[in-house]
């Protein structure tokens, strides 16, 4: 997929998030760009939560985030989490540029990046070591949208534009794992029709190399089954 472009920033490109106390969020992706089409991506359950609007008309320079980003960070700031409504490593460079900047002028704050684990599938990055560039870069942490536990729920809920994104999704998980991120993964519940039982995802996790501590389920209520969020 290639990165969508257009002129100009209206929504938030850093924010904060209420449940998630004194870090910062960098949202890097315009109109929700994503190689996925979850089932249960809810855009505007996450923008009521942090009571902001994340659909950027274009993809932000690294210059614009680095601006906000030092009026935003102040000396109680533990991470800057990547993490809008969409895929961050779709802008992959801007991404670590960031990253690299702010290590070096905020040493102190760890970096995390919230993905959907497409990087390495991503034909604009064949070539690259994806993840050893997000190393060096400085980035500390990864947490991966691994969602399912088959190849065919992961396919039907998740709607990947990439064939065998399932398996490329636990090679990077794999990677990460191996390169000393700090990896985590989450699953998701409560979607119709998709089995998840935590000792199976567990167990997938784990033979990932992924900690039990560092698996995550995140509960999903539709819109219309709760009444409005
Ligand atoms: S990976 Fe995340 S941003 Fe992309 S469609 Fe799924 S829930 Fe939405």
Request: proline share 5%; glycine share 6%.
């Amino acid at each position: 997929m290639n990165p969508p472009r257009a002129s100009n920033a209206a929504g938030k490109i850093v924010y904060s998030h209420p449940a998630r106390g004194k870090s910062v969020y960098v949202n890097l992706t315009p109109r929700y760009a994503c190689t996925n089409k979850c089932v249960f991506c809810d855009k505007l359950a996450l923008e009521q939560l942090v009571d902001a609007n994340l659909s950027l008309e274009r993809a932000p320079k690294a210059s614009e985030v680095l601006r906000e980003l030092r009026e935003m960070i102040t000396r109680k700031t533990p991470w800057i989490v990547f993490c809008g409504i969409g895929e961050p490593t779709l802008y992959l460079n801007s991404l670590l540029e960031i990253t690299r900047t702010v290590k070096k002028d905020f040493p102190r704050v760890r970096v995390r990046v919230d993905t959907n684990g497409h990087a390495k599938l991503m034909p604009q990055n064949k070539k690259r070591d994806v993840v050893g560039e997000l190393k060096q870069a400085g980035v500390d942490a990864v947490s991966v949208s691994l969602n399912a536990l088959t190849p065919a729920d992961y396919k039907r809920v998740c709607r990947p534009q990439f064939k065998n994104a399932f398996a490329g999704v636990q090679e990077f998980v794999r990677e990460c794992v191996n390169k000393g991120l700090k990896t985590r993964v989450s699953f998701v519940k409560g979607v119709r029709g998709l089995k998840m039982g935590r000792n199976e995802a567990v167990a997938l996790a784990r033979k990932l190399g992924v900690e039990k501590k560092n698996v995550l389920f995140r509960e999903y209520i539709s819109r219309k089954e709760f009444g409005g969020i």
